[in-house]
């Protein structure tokens, strides 16, 4: 993914080689700054979980940047894919194994709804990706 300039240095920071990777990079981005906007109001209900929604929500971000770098390999595809799967199922782990783990006092949360879905979308981006650097 990376180029060199004329002195043959490689850069640090590299665009995306396929569109797909656009994509991860922005549901990255963006299920981790909702993360970072829930915790706000996790840490009100419980301080474990408002600190593992910013961790959650870094990791991310911190996901979004290093695959933007030099220092990205493949393998990291199924690591980020992982992640997202992980993330998604901590969901349930929490709220219960239901539709109702959407819900917040009756109403739909929109928050649960964007990052999981996010993720999702993320997961399968990344799947995607491992496979086409594998080609």
């Known amino acids: 993914m990376s180029t060199e300039h004329a002195t043959g240095a490689e850069q640090l920071f590299d665009r995306p080689s396929n569109p797909i990777g656009y994509v ?8 981790g700054v909702v993360h970072l906007v829930a915790s706000m ?13 910013i961790l959650n929500g870094l990791g991310f971000i911190g996901g979004a940047i290093l695959y933007l ?3 990205w390999r ?3 595809f199924l690591v980020a894919a992982l992640y997202a799967i ?3 199922l901590a969901l349930f782990a929490v ?8 819900y917040m006092e009756g109403n739909l949360n929109p928050f649960a709804v964007v990052t999981k879905v996010a993720e999702a979308v993320l997961a399968v981006c990344a799947v995607y990706l491992y496979v086409d650097a594998g080609e």
């Open 69 to 71: 770098t030099r220092y």
């Open 74 to 76: 493949r393998p990291l």
């Open 24 to 31: 991860a990079v922005l549901m990255a981005i963006v299920t």
């Open 86 to 88: 992980v993330t998604i």
């Open 41 to 53: 109001n996790a840490i009100q209900f419980s301080q474990m979980l408002g600190i593992l929604f």
């Open 95 to 102: 709220q219960g194994w239901s539709l109702e783990a959407f």
